[in-house]
């Protein structure tokens, strides 16, 4: 981002962002003075970063608020308004990162006040059910597609590294894989209990 002033720069704007508007506290200009001529650029930072119109007017005022408050602009450092801009991209981060830090914990208060929802007896023992059925599926199939299978959801390895543990070339591993895919859902679509 550029920090050079608009082309609405007047003469006496020109020597404020120039010179670096003196010192903070009003030594060579006044606060509202100052506000007048880097207001615009500040709040257009402040928007881009925040996202949002009444967090960057927020933003744009504690920005000014912190310069005069706290006077450590240094004149010899560069333009005030290159400070204002570092001021309220710093000050910014801040408030996203404070926000995300609510948000989560917002989010694990709500897990304990909502816990998830018990499954009830009923959907228990239909998953067990499920399970079971999974369970007999996978010992009737060759065992070497049931090795490639248990392999890649139990233990989550991809198909390449299946090959490389198993020392089998790639299109072996996705060969057993889809046989051993196609095999389980015709055991489990005729196994008694199939909706």
Known sequence: MALNPSDTETPARRSLLGSGLGGANGEDADLGELYDNCGGPVYRLALRLCRSAHEAEDLTHDVFLRYWQQGRYDPARGPVLAYLLLLTRSMAINRINQRATRWQLVQRW??????????????????????????????????????????????????????????????????????????????LVDSPGTP
Not at 130 to 143: D, F, Q
Request: proline share 6%; glycine share 6%.
């Open 110 to 187: 709500s897990e304990h006040l909502f816990p998830a929802a018990v499954p009830t007896p009923h959907e228990s023992a239909e998953a067990e059910d499920l399970a079971e059925r999974v369970r007999a599926a996978l010992a009737a199939i060759p065992a070497n597609q049931r090795q490639v299978l248990e392999m890649a959801y139990y233990e989550g390895l991809s198909q390449s590294a299946i090959g490389a543990l198993l020392e089998l070339p790639l299109g072996t591993v996705k060969t057993r894989a889809r046989q051993g895919l196609i095999r389980l859902r015709a055991l």
